[in-house]
């Protein structure tokens, strides 16, 4: 059984630093994708970094040169690295991950989801 939990969730105040890491147990893809996406009260959940098993990253525009997406393989985590931050980051973010088979990673593709964690921006 796949299971994903973030950790490091909080309040911090705009421009400042926050990060967030997922532990995943169970998952025993060679070739996967894992992802962060966040969502805010009273909006669509959006897709805001992957990372796929060979290292790719994306982002999405909005965070693109403040937040990184990285991965321990060895310690089957992955991590989101927030700097920068604004008011318009406060969200739950979600940690989610997929098999892959020969593509690349989409924001559509994930089946395996945490239970998410709450990072608060305040002005």
């Known amino acids: 059984q796949v299971q994903l939990v973030e950790s490091g969730g909080g309040s911090v105040q705009a421009g400042g630093s926050r990060g967030l890491s997922c532990a995943a147990s169970g998952f025993t893809y060679s070739r996967y994708c894992m992802a962060w996406f966040r969502q805010a009260p009273g909006k669509e959940r959006e897709g805001v970094a992957q990372i796929s098993s060979d290292g790719s990253t994306d982002y999405v525009d909005s965070v693109k040169g403040r937040f990184t997406i990285s991965k321990d393989s060895g310690k089957n985590t992955v991590y989101l690295q927030m700097n920068s931050l604004k008011p318009e980051d406060t969200a739950m973010y979600y940690c989610?991950?997929?098999?892959?088979?020969?593509?690349?990673?989409?924001?559509?593709?994930?089946?395996?989801w945490g239970q998410g964690t709450q990072v608060t921006v305040s002005s």
């Open positions: 989610a991950a997929a098999g892959r088979g020969w593509s690349g990673c989409y924001w559509g593709m994930y089946n395996y």
